[in-house]
């Protein structure tokens, strides 16, 4: 199995920007695609981005312009790049990967510890 550990996070300001990373270790040759869920209290849990192996990305429509997830395969690292950050992003974001050849669903694989994101004024 692959182990996830993240880091980013954090308070900001409506407009401002973070950074979330998610490092792999363990089984992490087998690892196809990687992304990031957020879930919100009383709201259900969303893919916000992935990215494959092979370098495709999948954005969910609220974030598309604002966010870019990316990867550094030396380093076995995935970043999610937010900008422009609005309230309604404010949420425990998860990085989560799996070995499936399919799109990311969050139903299997393997998770991150989770890391607070709090957009306000």
């Known amino acids: 199995q692959a182990q996830l550990v993240q880091s980013g996070g954090g308070l900001v300001q409506p407009g401002g920007s973070l950074r979330l990373s998610c490092t792999a270790s363990g089984n992490i040759f087998s690892i196809y695609t990687m992304g990031w869920f957020r879930q919100a209290p009383g709201k259900q849990r969303e893919l916000v981005a992935s990215i494959t192996s092979g370098g495709s990305t999948n954005y969910a429509d609220s974030v598309k312009g604002r966010f870019a997830i990316s990867r550094d395969s030396a380093k076995n690292t995935v970043y999610l790049q937010m900008n422009t950050l609005k309230p309604e992003d404010t949420a425990v974001y998860y990085c989560?990967?799996?070995?499936?050849?399919?799109?990311?669903?969050?139903?299997?694989?393997?998770w991150g510890q989770g890391t607070q994101v709090t957009v306000s004024s």
């Open positions: 989560n990967a799996d070995y499936a050849r399919k799109p990311l669903d969050g139903v299997a694989g393997y």
